[in-house]
Nanobody, 123 residues
Framework: QVQLVESGGGLVQAGGSLRLSCAAS????????MAWFRQAPGKERDFVAT????????YYADSVKGRFTISRDNAKNMVFLQMDSLKPEDTAVYYC????????????????WGQGTQVTVSS
């Protein structure tokens, strides 16, 4: 069982950068694939990026490729999302999630979720 807490959200101007962090507690963090999802007002929760249990494999949604980078530090039980060249359409609540399996891109594949952190990108 894993508990996840996101941090690092805030207000940023278009073209700026922001780094989100997710702190995990509980046992077996290194056995979980980790991911970031986001949900904009009035929309479904969508996949953003995922990283495999050992940090080697990563996969990104087309909308963020080349701009976002997911990484993890298993020694610290943390996962990060570096967001560069932010656009107003990136505005959403960002959620950290954990899965027993690698390379999953749908929210139904994830077993644990954080409470989310708000990211707002102004024009």
């Amino acid at each position: 069982q894993v508990q996840l807490v996101e941090s690092g959200g805030g207000l940023v101007q278009a073209g700026g950068s922001l780094r989100l962090s997710c702190a995990a507690s509980g046992r077996g963090f290194s056995n979980y694939a980790m991911a970031w999802f986001r949900q904009a007002p009035g929309k479904e929760r969508d996949f953003v990026a995922t990283v495999s249990w050992n940090g080697v494999g990563t996969y990104y949604a087309d909308s963020v490729k080349g701009r976002f980078t997911i990484s993890r530090d298993n020694a610290k039980n943390m996962v990060f999302l570096q967001m560069d060249s932010l656009k107003p359409e990136d505005t959403a609540v960002y959620y950290c999630a954990a899965s027993r399996y690698n390379t999953r891109t749908t929210k139904g594949d994830y077993n644990y979720w954080g409470q989310g952190t708000q990211v707002t990108v102004s024009s």
